[in-house]
Structure formats: C-alpha cells, structure tokens
C-alpha cells in the first residue's frame, strides 16, 4: 500500500523471436532488477509444479528443513531437520495453525534425473565467465529450490552472480536496492558469519518506509507471482518475504564477468621481499594500503568520506555486541547450526594455511602508530604495485567500488594484524597517516583546503567515539 512510484520496477516480454540467452545478456547488461514475463520456462514440467504436485512426485525425498517461531531467517539460525517433501509441504500449509514458519532451500541437484528433466538451467548460463579446471562448476552456475510458508523472510543480503528468480507456485514480495547503498544498509565485516548481509532492521516498520520513500537510495518493490521471473543484478541487495500460503520458487545463479575481474585483485602481486624483515614488510604494506585507497578514490573529501563510511559501517556495532568481528551480533545463532560450524572451520584453516604477520612473528604488543608512520622508502617500495590492483577497481561501477575495496582492506588488514585487531590496524595504520598526526593535514590527498581539514576533524571524533 501506499508505495512510492519510484520503487517500480520495469518489466520485460520475450517475444518467442531469437536467442533467449542474448535476450538475457541484453537485460543484465542494464544492471537494474528488471521482472521478465513469457519465457521459455512456461513450457517446462516445473511451470506444473504445485504442492500437490511435488507431494505426488517427490514428495519421499528427505530434505533439510528449518522451523522457527518467527519469520526471519538469518544465517545460523537454526538446526536442520531432515525430513520428506511432502512433510515440509504438509507443515508449510498447517503453519498459521501452528504458529510455526516454514523454510527450505537447497540446490536443485538433489532432485537427481527427475529435476534436470524437468529444468534447463543452462538457457540461463550467460556464460561472462569461462570454464576452467580451477573454478568449480557451482561457481559458474547453480539452481535453488525454495519453499516456504506465509511470512516467511529471507533477510536482506547480496549475491556475487547474476541472480534469475522463477516463482513457481504462490507469491512473493522482493525490496531491492542497488550497491551504492551499502553505507545506509550497514553491512557485516567480510570475516564475519553475516558477511555479505545487511545490519540495518528492515523487520522495523518506520525504517523499511524510510527506505522505501527515499528516491535517493533507489529502493525498489515487486510482488512475483507464477510463472514470472525477477532478475537481481550482481551486488543488488534483496530482502524476500513469501506472500501466500505456500510458496515454491527455483532461482538460478549464473557468474559474473564483472566479480570474476575484480576477484583477480586478489591474485596480483603486493609488495614483498623476503630480505625486508618484519617491520619494513609491515610499514610498506602499510603504506600500500593507504595508497590504493588514495589511487582508487583520489579527491580528498570523497576519500575520508569513504574511510568514515567504511569503519561505521562495517564495526559500529562492535562497541554494543562485543570485539570478536567474526561472530559479534545483535542476531541469535545456533552454535550448532551449519553455517556457524563451516563458518568457524573457514576461519580455523585461514588461520592455519595463513597466520597472521603478527602471530607468525609472536609479538603480543604490536606497536601499529610506529610501524604504520610514513617513510619516503616504504612509500616508493610500495607505490609500485599500486597501478595493476586500483585500475581493476576502477573498472566497477559505484557501490561496487567501495564494497569491494572495503573486503580488500579487511583481507590485507587481517594477514597483518589477524582478524580480531583489524579494527585496532584501522586509525594508526590508515586514518592517521592520510590525515597528519593532529588531524590539521591531509597527506598524500590531492586536494586540501578548508573544508576537508574541517572534515577531517569531524572523522576523528567520530572514530574516536566508535
């Protein structure tokens, strides 16, 4: 009710003419969620898919089911409870009577034979990115299968692949907004078990029209009923709610020549020589850092904006909810849950294939505003690498820059100080060289007048109070 005409979202009809793949690049190449109607899916044995249905055919398959008393699903949330289709149906219709809510998701290739013939997910392949021996085959292109009861939420979050949702049976509603929200939507640090979800409440009533109202987010809306497909550009964050009693949906993943790109960021070279010793290997790195962040967004006001953004962002809610960036979160979690476990089993071989310099060199004190203070060598020895690694930034669009740069920053941080000091590594290392011991100087920033040195003192405070 009442939603603004700027949260609109444009739909497009195949006309049954050509190559549906082009017809799908051309509408990711727009970059903007877009609903598309008439596709070849209508013919497919899944357009025929109900509750019944499915109840009828595979209705014996044992799958992983969540139940809650509360709609939201967040990472973590819940055991698993392994039981058949027809059952997760059967407690999805019976579930206003029992107050519970009902929720499944799972890759389609455990629909075996029966599922590949009744989908052909490879028409969604748009194939931006080419097969090799070194990336996984569900890293290129996957299908999901969800079903859920009225209520339902899956929380606001992103994805790093091209995103085509097929609602199958019933409805549901989609709220979208485009990557250069991340500031306003708060995110989880990348090491995090919420990485790539959003903090800000969009269960509070006043917030979500806050959101919705302002044209200056981008906030879209849309209600998928049958047969229609959403498509949710890469880095587009979603939040979905089932509309009706019962809801089945596929959605299919294909990758993104985009992230694909800026992944290899990670593979370029950095600065290193195995005859620095610890402290120059540390300060160039350092000084690396710093001179990326200042290479990929050059003007003063706009880079000290970014860097305030950055830490309020992603580590604000440390202060309330505890140090531990990994797991610290106004969000209940199972400790048993799956995710959490493979959460921490990530992080337990990151650290053990890639301790950290500080626990490599076994030093308690670590004395960042020393090690991090600007040297002409350490700044020529690392000004070198810069160029490679800021021009893949600087191929993305808005948004997608800074979330980005933002994981980069977090990455680097965390091999030279380990995940739980990233947040001590932030002003010695980063903040305060750029802007001069007493805040009054912006260094190695481009432009520097008055109101940049206003700002920042503001940051200062800022992070001082955080």
Request: hydrophobic share 35%.
């Amino acid at each position: 009710k009442d939603i603004p005409d700027h949260t609109q979202i444009d739909t497009v009809t195949w006309d049954g003419q050509g190559d549906f793949r082009q017809f799908l690049r051309n509408t990711a190449k727009t970059s903007k969620p877009v609903v598309i109607e008439n596709s070849p899916t209508s013919s497919w044995g899944v357009s025929q898919w109900t509750p019944e249905y499915l109840s009828e055919t595979i209705g014996g398959l044992k799958v992983p089911m969540k139940t809650l008393k509360k709609p939201v699903f967040h990472m973590g949330c819940c055991l698993l409870e392994r039981i058949p289709v027809r059952d997760v149906i059967k407690r999805s219709q019976n579930a206003s009577e029992t107050g519970d809510y009902i929720y499944y998701s799972g890759p389609t290739t455990l629909l075996g034979k029966w599922g590949a013939k009744q989908l052909n997910l490879h028409i969604f392949d748009l194939k931006e990115v080419k097969r090799s021996e070194n990336i996984p085959e569900d890293e290129i292109l996957k299908g999901n299968l969800w079903i859920g009861s009225q209520g339902v939420v899956t929380p606001a979050h992103f994805d790093e692949m091209h995103n085509f949702f097929m609602q199958v049976h019933g409805t549901k509603t989609f709220t979208l907004l485009p990557p250069t929200a991340w500031a306003a939507l708060r995110l989880y640090p990348k090491f995090h078990h919420q990485h790539r979800n959003v903090r800000l409440d969009l269960e509070n009533e006043k917030i979500m029209k806050k959101l919705l109202s302002s044209s200056k987010l981008g906030a879209k809306t849309v209600t998928l009923g049958k047969g229609q497909i959403l498509y949710v550009p890469p880095l587009w964050f979603h939040r979905v709610e089932t509309k009706s009693p019962v809801s089945i949906s596929i959605n299919i993943w294909s990758a993104s020549r985009m992230v694909g790109q800026i992944g290899n960021a990670w593979n370029d070279p950095i600065p290193s020589n195995g005859k620095w010793g610890f402290f120059k290997t540390f300060g160039v790195l350092a000084a690396f850092l710093r001179r990326l962040i200042v290479a990929v967004i050059p003007e003063s006001k706009p880079c000290i904006k970014f860097l305030q953004k950055l830490h309020l962002n992603r580590y604000e809610h440390l202060k309330r909810y505890g140090k531990d960036i990994t797991s610290a979160s106004p969000i209940d979690v199972h400790p048993d849950a799956q995710e959490i476990k493979e959460h921490k089993d990530y992080l337990d071989q990151v650290n053990k294939e890639a301790p950290s310099f500080l626990e490599s060199a076994n030093i308690k004190k670590p004395d960042l505003k020393s090690w991090c203070s600007i040297d002409a060598e350490y700044e020529n020895e690392a000004k070198r690498f810069v160029g490679p690694v800021a021009r893949r930034f600087a191929r993305l669009e808005r948004g997608a820059i800074e979330i980005y740069l933002g994981n980069y920053i977090e990455d680097l941080a965390a091999q030279l100080v380990g995940f739980k000091k990233i947040t001590d590594f932030f002003a010695p290392c980063l903040v305060d060289p750029l802007l001069g011991d007493k805040g009054d100087k912006p260094r190695l920033l481009i432009q520097n007048d008055a109101e940049d040195v206003q700002e920042a003192a503001e940051w200062l405070k800022i992070y001082d109070r955080a």
